[in-house]
């Protein structure tokens, strides 16, 4: 049968975008389609423009520590419309940029919402359009959860486009976004509370690390409430949480989860199987149970990071035209988490280590970073190794700090080629970093 395209790819995020850029590289003829901008969350309300917050909100404090180091500062005001107008021109400028570079490979552009009729035809603005290939790459999108009131709150997804800054800010939930957010409002002067119904921060991610954010995000002035749920909120913003408690806030963030974006895109009247939360059900490689089409990124919510969104779009474009089946790799994946202080990760924590091995050995090290002991700052940067006690291989490791995405890039390397920790210890460190401590840490942890 002859189609109209090889690959039809639903949604212009990171995936799709990657994913359909280079099977258009690799001689394919290629078409996407994307209802809004292109970019995806990552771009557009995610990772990127969080990145820019998050940059505005640590100057309050260098300004502080400048003045230990003998810089007159006066006093600093800060100015939300110009953050948020400059970073809606850089992110327009990326839009255009995704755009680019499909049209430079040869992609068809096709703005506006498809659907999936068949195993072979998509949908989009009265049209039908068919292809060998089908790729659902269409993201996911934030969930609140059902209780009175929910209709007085945001998501991140409105939080990028406040019109001004709330001076009172209840963020729900412990993970990546809740804690990104808190510590942004928090920097930029906001009077910030983070409320999670856990025991600690960061549901799984290594024990230590919820622990450590969560104290020196309050060193901070977060006002982090624990074990604390919301159960209802009223019209003027006050809250009432399960344990009896209240409180008035302007602003009401849910940072309470992502569901995968399926919903009416026709997909299980293709046959396309669906787990409980509406994400598609794949194999290795990728492929849903429907053997034309197949999905990758956050949709399939295996590891809903961009980088993995990206790296599985690559790995698809060699199994559907380079003529190389190849399964999505999704051990020792290294992540940043940027809160203030910043939290980064890669391989096991603590606890599922010793899940899987007989034995582990624990390093610690806990400091006072050298730029902040010329004054009062009291922050403590935090890194951890895991080590099998069986093998010696380090199979995690976790920092807690001012760069900590940028140290643990260079550690997780080493983490996926499977040093061990007398490789670790027989590296020279660079002194004085804070980074010097992996390679110095010679006390394991009681």
């Given at each position: 049968m002859k189609y109209d395209y090889d690959l039809f790819t639903i949604g212009g995020g990171s995936g799709g975008v990657r994913a359909s850029r280079v099977c258009a590289t690799m001689g394919a003829r290629v078409a996407i389609a994307e209802n809004d901008r292109f970019g995806g969350t990552c771009v557009n309300v995610g990772c990127i423009p969080k990145k820019l917050f998050s940059y505005a909100a640590h100057f309050r404090e260098d300004f502080e520590v400048a003045q230990s180091f003998g810089w007159t500062t006066g006093e600093p005001r800060f100015d939300w419309p110009t953050l948020l107008a400059n970073k809606n021109r850089e992110i327009a400028r990326l839009n255009g940029v995704y755009e680019k570079v499909l049209r430079d490979a040869g992609v068809t552009i096709?703005?506006?919402?498809?659907?999936?009729?068949?195993?072979?035809?998509?949908?989009?603005?009265?049209?039908?359009?068919?292809?060998?290939?089908?790729?659902?790459?269409?993201?996911?999108?934030?969930?609140?959860?059902?209780?009175?009131?929910?209709?007085?709150?945001?998501?991140?997804?409105?939080?990028?486009?406040?019109?001004?800054?709330?001076?009172?800010?209840?963020?729900?939930?412990?993970?990546?976004?809740?804690?990104?957010?808190?510590?942004?409002?928090?920097?930029?002067?906001?009077?910030?509370?983070?409320?999670?119904?856990?025991?600690?921060?960061?549901?799984?991610?290594?024990?230590?690390?919820?622990?450590?954010?969560?104290?020196?995000?309050?060193?901070?002035?977060?006002?982090?409430?624990?074990?604390?749920?919301?159960?209802?909120?009223?019209?003027?913003?006050?809250?009432?949480?399960?344990?009896?408690?209240?409180?008035?806030?302007?602003?009401?963030?849910?940072?309470?989860?992502?569901?995968?974006?399926?919903?009416?895109?026709?997909?299980?009247?293709?046959?396309?199987?669906?787990?409980?939360?509406?994400a598609v059900l794949v194999d290795a490689c990728s492929k849903s149970s429907v053997d034309s089409i197949w999905a990758i990124g956050d949709v399939t919510n295996r590891v809903n990071l961009t980088p993995v969104a990206t790296a599985e779009g690559m790995w698809l474009a060699r199994t559907l035209f380079g003529n190389e089946p190849t399964p999505v790799d999704h051990e020792n994946i290294p992540t940043a988490v940027f809160s203030?202080?910043?939290?980064?990760?890669?391989?096991?924590?603590?606890?599922?280590?010793?899940?899987?091995?007989?034995?582990?050995?624990?390093?610690?090290?806990?400091?006072?970073?050298?730029?902040?002991?010329?004054?009062?700052?009291?922050?403590?940067?935090?890194?951890?190794?895991?080590?099998?006690a069986a093998t010696q291989r380090v199979v995690g490791a976790h920092m807690i700090g001012p760069d900590a995405g940028e140290i643990i890039q260079g550690i997780a390397i080493a983490v996926k080629l499977g040093a061990t920790k007398a490789q670790f210890d027989a590296t020279i460190g660079i002194h004085p970093t804070a980074a010097e401590e992996f390679v110095t840490m010679r006390t394991k942890a009681a």
């Open positions: 096709h703005l506006g919402r498809a659907t999936v009729r068949d195993a072979h035809t998509v949908e989009l603005g009265g049209k039908a359009y068919t292809a060998q290939h089908i790729l659902i790459a269409t993201g996911a999108w934030p969930q609140v959860p059902a209780i009175a009131g929910r209709e007085h709150a945001i998501t991140s997804n409105e939080a990028f486009f406040l019109e001004r800054l709330p001076r009172r800010a209840l963020l729900v939930g412990g993970g990546y976004i809740a804690v990104e957010f808190a510590s942004i409002f928090n920097g930029l002067g906001v009077e910030t509370t983070l409320a999670y119904r856990g025991t600690h921060l960061l549901r799984g991610f290594d024990a230590d690390l919820g622990t450590h954010l969560a104290e020196e995000m309050a060193k901070k002035g977060v006002i982090v409430r624990l074990q604390t749920n919301p159960t209802r909120v009223h019209a003027d913003r006050t809250v009432d949480f399960a344990n009896g408690t209240s409180g008035n806030y302007d602003l009401v963030m849910f940072a309470t989860g992502r569901k995968p974006n399926t919903a009416s895109l026709g997909l299980e009247h293709a046959g396309v199987a669906l787990a409980e939360d509406g203030d202080p910043n939290v980064a990760t890669v391989g096991l924590s603590e606890e599922t280590a010793r899940e899987r091995f007989a034995a582990v050995d624990v390093y610690k090290a806990g400091f006072r970073a050298l730029k902040n002991t010329l004054g009062d700052r009291q922050d403590k940067t935090f890194m951890k190794l895991v080590v099998d």
